[in-house]
């Protein structure tokens, strides 16, 4: 009988949301429907045509019947992520409450990623279009 692995949690800020308002007003509008007792769906996907980063992992949510991008995995964890997603590890999303950024009145947003077994370490050495190796 195959052990069961164990299930880790971990958060991720959801990064460039405050940069750009259609982002920032997407994640308002969560606020909105999650205090009304809605529950948000929200998905994380490769993004290989990002000019500043092939590797980038784009957050997007469910909303008025089409998938609306609210921001990016940060680029110190996007090797975790991108280990998850290619060994279909992810269990769960949570997007958590939406809140807004008091110094610049843009919102964001964190998302809880739930995953089977451990996660990979942060790589704080990665640069943007870095080729990423997998042990």
Known sequence: MKKKERKFVELFNVTGSTLVEERSETLKKCAEEMRKGKEIMIR??????????KNAIMFQVYTNNNWKLVGYVRKYKIKKIMSAIRGSEIINLILRMPFCVTATGRWTAEVEVVKQGHWLGNDYLYKYNDTIKFD
């Open 44 to 53: 994380i996907k490769e993004e290989e045509n990002n000019i500043k980063d």
